[in-house]
Structures are given as structure tokens and as C-alpha cells.
């Protein structure tokens, strides 16, 4: 069965720290996309990354980067230098790219991280 | 100005009310989905439609009826609810219903069901 584990639930940083989110999954499917999103207090939740199982490199936006490793069915997010406007619960997703009718996208519980000033 | 939109915002209803969310987009995108996000529990797919087809219903009570009139907007009509309903309903547009694409969240409705 498809999972997503976010072990993180609330991380607190201060302002200008380094801070990892983790992000593990379970799939038997040899396809498949894993995706960030953002939802920060306003509500709407924000797309920030895709990556499909047959890409692993690593990327970078910014301050924001991504490290897929099929080897650990990880795909962890890295803030570097963190700001306040970095304050938001992120989520990590996974879908199943073989659709049919039980084709789903399957989220994970979230992490609530908080940038100190 | 976002790409979804939303109305209204926060909502108070009682168990024997009928009311409706509005949810459009403004992306020229060919799928809508409503979410419903409840504290502590994972994102829940409630409906998918595509083209203006209703292409998945996850077991949602009928209490909930979605109304997908053109690919630009959805409606959610609620009707006799329970407590446990209350939660934010998210409604969600992307380029086509494949999981692989990304999905683009209007700001929600807080629902309170008393």
C-alpha cells in the first residue's frame, strides 16, 4: 500500500537556520511523483516541487532544495537560511502515475515548522 | 489575484441548514477536486471532476453533493451536516486529472457545523 510518513510534526527554527523536513514514503509502483506543497496561515496550500520515481537529482530553487533517494524512499526539503515568511505547514505527496480507478494522491500528515525572529 | 477562488471564506451552519461553497479557477485548467482538511488527519480527496465529469467519489456522504456546471467552476452543496463535518474544504484545479499533475489550492472555507 502507498504511504507517506512526515515523522516532523511541528518543527521551530530561528531566523536565518538551517532546517530539513523529512519525507519518507512506501510504494510498490516503479512509477510515481512525489511533490511538495506549502500551506501557509492563509490557507491555500502551494505547489512547490514535482519529481518522477525515474529522476533523482537533486534540486535546488532559491534557498529551497530537495534531496530524492530511491535507495531510502526519501525525499527530504531543506530550507537553507530560513526567513519568517518560512513559517507554514509543508507537505509531502505521493501519487501513483499508473492511473486507474484507484489512481490517488496520497499526502502526508504535515510539518508545521515556525521561523523565529 | 490567485488562480482559485473560493467563497466564502468561513462558514457557520447549522445541522438542519442548506448551504453551498463556490469554488472557480481562473487557470484554464481542465480538473477540479474538493478536499476536506481536518486537523491532525491527512488530506481527504472528497471529488475529482474532469472535463465536467465527475470521475471520482471517494465514499463521501451524500450530505455533501459537488456541481461541476462548466471547467471553470465547482459548487459543493451541504445539506442536514454533522459536527464532524465541520473542517476546511479545499478546492483544488490542475491541467488534467492524471496524479501527475500539479494541483493549484484556493484558499479554502472554514466550516463550522453547530
Not at chain 1, 37 to 49: H, N
Request: charged share 20%; glycine share 6%.
Amino acid at each position: 500500500a502507498q504511504k507517506v510518513t512526515q515523522a516532523q510534526t511541528e518543527i521551530s527554527v530561528v531566523e536565518k537556520e538551517d532546517v530539513t523536513l523529512d519525507c519518507v514514503y512506501e510504494t510498490r509502483d516503479t512509477t510515481y511523483y512525489l511533490f511538495w506543497y506549502k500551506q501557509p496561515p492563509s490557507g491555500e496550500l502551494v505547489f512547490l516541487i514535482r519529481r518522477n520515481s525515474f529522476d533523482e537529482q537533486n534540486e535546488i530553487s532559491g534557498r529551497y532544495s530537495w534531496n530524492f533517494q530511491k535507495s531510502t524512499s526519501s525525499f527530504n526539503f531543506t530550507i537553507t537560511a530560513s526567513q519568517v515568511v518560512d513559517s507554514a505547514v509543508y507537505f509531502c505527496a505521493l501519487s501513483d502515475a499508473n492511473a486507474g480507478n484507484n489512481r490517488k494522491l496520497i499526502w502526508g500528515l504535515g510539518t508545521s515548522l515556525a521561523v523565529n525572529p | 489575484e490567485t488562480g482559485v477562488t473560493q467563497t466564502p471564506r468561513h462558514l457557520v451552519m447549522g445541522m438542519t441548514n442548506k448551504k453551498s461553497l463556490k469554488c472557480e479557477q481562473h487557470l484554464g485548467h481542465n480538473a477540479m477536486y474538493w478536499y476536506k482538511q481536518s486537523a491532525k488527519k491527512p488530506l481527504e480527496l472528497m471529488f475529482v471532476y474532469s472535463l465536467e465529469e465527475r470521475v471520482e467519489n471517494n465514499s463521501v456522504p451524500s450530505r455533501f453533493s459537488p456541481e461541476c456546471p462548466n471547467s471553470s467552476h465547482l459548487f459543493l452543496h451541504l445539506h442536514t451536516l454533522q459536527p464532524e463535518d465541520s473542517a476546511l474544504y479545499l478546492c483544488a484545479s490542475s491541467q488534467g486529472s492524471g496524479w501527475a499533475y500539479e494541483q493549484y489550492f484556493g484558499p479554502g472555507t472554514r466550516l463550522t457545523v453547530t
